[in-house]
Each structure stands twice: as C-alpha cells, then as structure tokens.
C-alpha cells in the first residue's frame, strides 16, 4: 500500500470541495427557507421523541448517517433548528445507520448519493438560472449539497485503501492476548479506521475480514464496532469546521453522544458481548466459536493454505472446500452477530439518553463557547444579539439584527420615562442623578447605531439576496432614526436642566401639557418597536397607524403654540418658561417625525 504526497494533496483538495459544499448548501437553504420550512421541521423535531424518529426514518431512507448528521449540521447553521431539536435527530440517525447495515447483510445493496450528485448538479445549474429568488436559492442548495457528497466521496477515495490491503493489519493479532486492555487497543483501532477510511461500513467489511482470516476474535470485532461509532463522528464535526457556534456545538453532540454511549457500554462490555452471542447461536453458530476454529486450522495446514480456505480462491480439495463451508458458516454468524451489536447498542443507548437531551444541550454550550474578543476595544461591545458576522450566515443574522433593534427602541422607552420623571422631580441630587442616566444612555445610542451599522455593513459583504439587500438598507436607516430619536429625548432632558439652573419654574398647566406629549411619544416608541419585531412582510397598517401617530403630534405642536401666543398676550405666565415650553414642544414633534421614519423604512411606505 502505497501513499504519495499527490494523495496527500488529493486528500486536503477533497476536504475542500466539502467544506465550500456545506458552505453553499447553507446559504441556499437560508435563501430559500420561508416560515413553512421552518415551521414543517420546527413540526418535526417539536420533541426529543419526534427528532429521534425523524433521525431515523431519514437515514434509513437515504441509507447514510453521514448525509443525515451533515444535513442536521447545514440545517442548525441555516437557523432552521436550533441544539436541541438537533441532538434528537442526530441519536435517530445513529439507529437509522443500523437499517443500512442489515440491508448490506440480508439484501445485499445500499443506496450511494454519491452517484446522483453530478445530476443534481446539472438540475440545481438549470435552477440558479431562473429568474425567480426562490428558484435560484433552490439551486443554490442543490448546488451546494452536490459538492459536499462529491467532496464527501473523493475524500474517501483519497484515503489510504486498507479495503485492498488488508495485509497491513494482520500484525493486530499479537494485540488480541491483553485482556481489557486488547478491548480499548482495538476500540481505538476501530476509531482511527472510520477516520482514516471515512466510511463504517468499510471499516465492518475490515472488521469482517479481520475475523474470518482468525487475525482477532469476535470480541475484538465487537470493540472495534464500538470505535467506529466514535469514528463516524468525524463526518458532522468536518461539516461543521466553517459553520456558527449552534452547528459545531450540534456536531459537537454527536460526538458526546456516542463516546458517552461507549463509556457505558465498556462497563459492562463482556456481559454485552456474551448476550449477543448468545442471541445469534440460537439460530447459527456461535461467532465466538471462529478464531478458535481457524486457530485450528493453522496447527493443520499451512498459512497458504489457510488463506485458500478462507478467501475465495476456487479450490479443488473437496476435504478444504468443506472447511471453508464451515468457516464462512462462521462468518456469517460473525456478520450477523456484529450488526445485531450495532443495533442493540445504538438502540440501547439512544433509549437511555433521549432523556438527557437538555444536559447534552448544556454540556455542548459549556465546551463550545463563542470566542471572546482580546482587543482591547471591544467590537459590538453594547450588543446583545449581535457578534462577529458570519458571513456563511447572512441571511439569519439580519434576524438576529431586528432583534438588536427592537432593543435598541426599548432604549429611548427607557431615556422617555427618565424624561417623565425629571419633569416632576424636585430634590435636586435625585434629578441630577436622573440627568446623568439620560446623558449616560444618549452616549450609549449613538455608541449603539454605530456598531450596528458597522455590523450591517460587514453583513452586506456576504451572499445575500435581493430582499435581504433592501433590509440592510432599511435597518441602517432605523438604526440612523433611532439614534435621532435618543437626541431629541436628551435635547428635552437638557432643556430641563438649563431651565432648573436658572430657576426658571413652569406653570404646573404646561407642565402637565408636556407630560402629556411625552405619553405620546412613548405610545408612538411602543408602535416603533411593535413594527421592528413584526418581521417581513410587514402589514402597511403599521404605517397608517404611526401616521396617524404624527398627524397628531403636529396638530398638537401647532394648536399649542398658537394658544401659547394667546395665554402670553393674556398674561397668565412669563415669556421666559414660554421659550422652554416652546422647545420641548418642538422638540416632541421632531421625536415623532424619527418614529415614523423607522416605520416607513421598515414598511417601504412614503409620508
């Protein structure tokens, strides 16, 4: 068995188109996900139970728990479902791959996606050609899941083939004598196999041959059936390399999940083993019985001979075509014995830990955590919903993004009930102290527009579509309205404070006039922010609504300062409190105009 750098270098290219397939499959899928998508597979995995059974009707249908874990992962990065509707999934998959195995072993076919993945790709061409944004997001993700099962597939054939050179690892049997200890060499070896050969159903065909050449006993089989499981993990967690936090925690699951499982199976391995054995003699031989058996054979015949007898060169001795009747006897309880393993343990363990799907949610959250910034200034630092974009992602951060500015509203909520009070407190630390918040929460406003529309325009980089590119713009323009709206409240509060510094008093009439406006002005903010988390597409009777919010205001601003002319003409107050009153009443009207403003970017109405 040879392996050059050439392989070497076939084997990272192959990774690659993988990699860039998961990467494209995510992005059409986020393209084309409306709410019936998400809400069919929200539908599907809605409990622990239902993901499981989902997991495994899928993987029994496509008869490849790699394709179904690396579908999870690419779903998980698109936002379509979150860790623990996920996990379910995964722990059906790893049932369903058991149906793949007593198919190969009673009926002798699997179904490869690898062979349809050129023509897929010749249909999703033809779809990213349409016309329409949907058809082109389809093809986008038929596209993408083609590379990825194409890269899946050069990745195995870029492998070292162990399949035909078995030879190289005959030298295993002096490592079958060691007690428990043989139990985790080989429980190892079973892992680096499905690593290395990027496939569990070749490493069982090695695993097969292992055992029918008497190189290891079935036991040995057993654990290394066991490693594959570990091993098999590799497939989600390489999709998962170029995905978000919530997909490399979700591959990270599959992986706790079934190393979790071969903890326990250990603790009472040889008890597993005999009960399977056990099952499968009832019906066949004992396939415990065929490493003793063939060890037999090697006090007999020569090592030529022995290997005549059990490969299938044609033989002519009628005594040695009869023993290796017998030994493929042997072989076949071997074969059956190790699927029904398989199948018992994946079973076994699923039924155990569908229960502790929320502690796996957890552990995963603990281990995978977001990587924390070392600059020393902190990007996005007043953000809540928002981190490094990524741009694989586009198209579900802009979720993430109205969530931001729902709570960037909820903000000037905050600064207006700050205004409320400074209008009507009268200890002078207390107000200063109110003051204060007021001036702290402007600087945040403006700190805030400006890391969201930084984020909005790293997001604006990555594959997004036409939509998508209008909502960038019109969430710039809420963040930019927003910010104007935290002015106007802290121009008021400043207003107040001059006023009190010049002990400059209001008569208690338009004091109470301004409390009024500020009602509105919270009203007008709680509709604002009612707009944002409606999500798209947005009903037009947001803007009716809010214009009919403003419309108020300016009648109000304009029927007020015409009746101020008139009460200073009377003499019931000073001019000098009439200026400040003046102000803030301008200054109310100017806060509506920003609040319909947010409306209409988010609407695409114009007042």
Known sequence: MQYSFLDFL??????????????????????????????????MTSNRFLGVLTGLLVTALIQSSSATTVMVVSFVNAGLLNLVQSIGVVMGANIGTTATAWLISLLGFKVEISSVTIPLMAVGVLLSFMKKNQAQAIGEFIIGFSLLFLGLEFLKGSMP?????????????????LGFGSVLIFL??????????QSSSATVALTLVMCAQGWIPFTMGVAMILGENIGTTITANLAALNANISAKRTAFSHLLFNVLGVVWVLSIFHFATDLVASIVSK??????????????????????????????????????EAIRQRVNSYVGSVSIGLSLFHTMFNVTNTLVMVWFVPVYARICEFVIRPIKKTNAKKQYAHLEYLSAPLLSTSELSLVQVQKELARYAGRISEMLK????????????????????VQKYENITDRVEIEIVEFLTKLSNGEMTHESR????????????IESM???????????????????????????????????????????????????????????????????????????????ILDLKAGKYQYEPSVYYVDDVDEYEHFADYAINVVEALTNEKH
Not at 311 to 319: G, N, R
Request: charged fraction near 25%.
């Open 10 to 43: 076939n084997l990272l290219g192959s990774l690659g188109l993988f990699l860039y397939g998961m990467k494209i499959m995510s992005e059409g899928l986020q393209k084309a996900a409306g709410e019936r998508l998400r809400s069919f597979l929200s539908a």
């Open 161 to 177: 083939d162990l399949q035909s050179s078995p030879e190289a690892l005959e030298f295993l049997r002096h490592y079958t004598g």
């Open 188 to 197: 190892f070896i079973g892992t680096i196999l499905t690593l290395v050969i």
């Open 283 to 320: 019906s066949a031989d004992d396939p415990r019985d065929l490493f003793n058996f063939v060890a037999g054979l090697h006090d007999k015949y020569t090592p030529e001979e022995v290997k005549m007898m059990t490969s299938s060169t044609v033989l002519q001795d009628p005594a040695m």
């Open 418 to 437: 700050m205004l409320r009070d400074l209008f009507v407190e009268e200890n002078e630390d207390t107000f200063q102290s109110i003051f204060e918040r």
């Open 470 to 481: 209008n909502a960038v713009q019109a969430y710039m323009r809420c963040a930019s309205e």
């Open 486 to 564: 935290g002015d106007s409240c802290f121009n008021i509060a400043r207003s107040i404070h001059r006023r009190r510094s010049n002990s400059v008093e209001l008569p208690p009439e338009l004091t109470a006039t301004l409390l009024s406006l500020n009602e509105k002005a919270e009203k007008i903010t709680a509709h604002a922010i009612d707009t944002i988390n409606a999500g798209e597409p947005r009903s037009k009777d947001f803007f009716f609504q809010a214009q009919n919010m403003e419309n108020e205001m300016n009648n109000r601003r304009d029927t007020l300062e015409a009746q101020n």
